[in-house]
Every structure is written in C-alpha cells, then in structure tokens.
C-alpha cells in the first residue's frame, strides 16, 4: 500500500514491495501475475476498510460525506492510493470507483 501510495502505478517497484515483503520480485509475480493486478489487490483491501471505517447511511448522506473527508484528511496516503489509480488505469483493469457494501 505504501509504495503505491507514495509512487502510483507506474512509480512503484515490484521490487521494492518484494524487499519490504521478505520474498523474490518472481513469486510476487507469479501471484499476482503484473503490477496493475497487485495494485487492484490493494486497492480492493483500501475499499473494504473504507467502507467499514465510513459506514454508508443513504438516510444520512451529509454525515457520511463528512465521515469519508475525515477518513481522507486523517490517512492522506489512503487517498493516494486510490487517487492514483483513477488516475492511472484507464482500462478494464480500472478498480471500480465505487467501493464494495460494508461487511455486515
């Protein structure tokens, strides 16, 4: 999350997330099979605890706003992440702007 956080896509190395993850650039490969997919990997993981941490009430939209503005302002490296890929993929391998429901 960090290394994409801090470099995007593009920016990021395998390499470097393989050093701080104690394993080869080849097995991160070999799981996740490119970049863009270890970063969607992420980015999901990124959707799910953002939509448990804001909790989404469609009665309170208002609320729910300030509730993700928070979140943001308190872990601007989360916002980078997603940002970055917003900005980035432009593809079908895009992660859906839309996070998943909370985990009930």
């Known amino acids: 999350m960090e290394e994409f956080a801090r470099h995007g896509i593009a920016g990021g190395r395998v390499d470097r997330i ?3 993850a104690r394993t080869s650039k080849e097995r991160v490969y070999a ?3 490119g970049k863009e997919a270890l ?3 992420v980015a999901a993981r990124e959707y799910v605890v953002i939509a448990d941490a804001t909790q989404m009430d469609p009665s309170d939209l208002p609320g729910y706003a300030g509730r993700l503005f928070d979140y943001f ?5 989360h916002h980078r992440l997603i940002t ?3 900005l980035e993929l432009t593809d ?3 992660v859906a702007d839309d996070p998943p429901p909370p985990r009930q």
Do not use: E
């Not at 302002?73 to 490296?77: G, I, L, Q, T």
């Open 84 to 86: 970055w890929g917003r």
């Open 18 to 20: 393989a050093k701080l």
């Open 73 to 77: 302002v308190a872990r601007p490296d």
């Open 92 to 94: 079908a391998a895009a």
């Open 31 to 33: 799981y996740f099979r």
């Open 39 to 41: 970063y969607a990997a």
